[in-house]
Nanobody
């Protein structure tokens, strides 16, 4: 019922910055937590960040805390992940997800985007 579409991925040099977006259809977006996950080739999907509907709560993985910032603009039905000081180990497909629960656990999210590739060169 809810469609999520990521955009903004690309190739960036180590130490650079990139902002990726998640456009959501439907007004359910206003009631949901919005999260970002990532998956590198041959590795398991891992949690990156999550933000509450109001934006009052934000949680980050240890790997990205201090470098990434999650935000959302409910008026535009869009979520964002600002990635600064990127490292080669950040290279992955980044997925946005939405659901009723504020959680780091991927299976709890019923709505997922198709992902956007972020590649960080050394």
């Amino acid at each position: 019922q809810v469609t999520l579409v990521e955009s903004g991925g690309g190739v960036v040099q180590s130490g650079g910055s990139l902002r990726i977006s998640c456009a959501a259809s439907g007004r359910i977006f206003y009631r949901d937590a919005l999260a970002w996950f990532r998956q590198a080739p041959g590795k398991e999907r891992e949690f990156v960040a999550v933000i509450s509907w109001s934006g009052g709560m934000r949680t980050y993985s240890d790997a990205v805390r201090g470098r990434f910032t999650i935000s959302r603009d409910n008026a535009k039905n869009t979520g964002y992940l600002q990635m600064n000081n990127l490292k080669p180990e950040d290279t992955a497909v980044y997925y946005c997800a939405s659901g009723d629960d504020y959680t780091r656990y991927g299976p709890y999210y019923p709505y997922w985007g198709q992902g956007t590739q972020v590649t960080v060169s050394s």
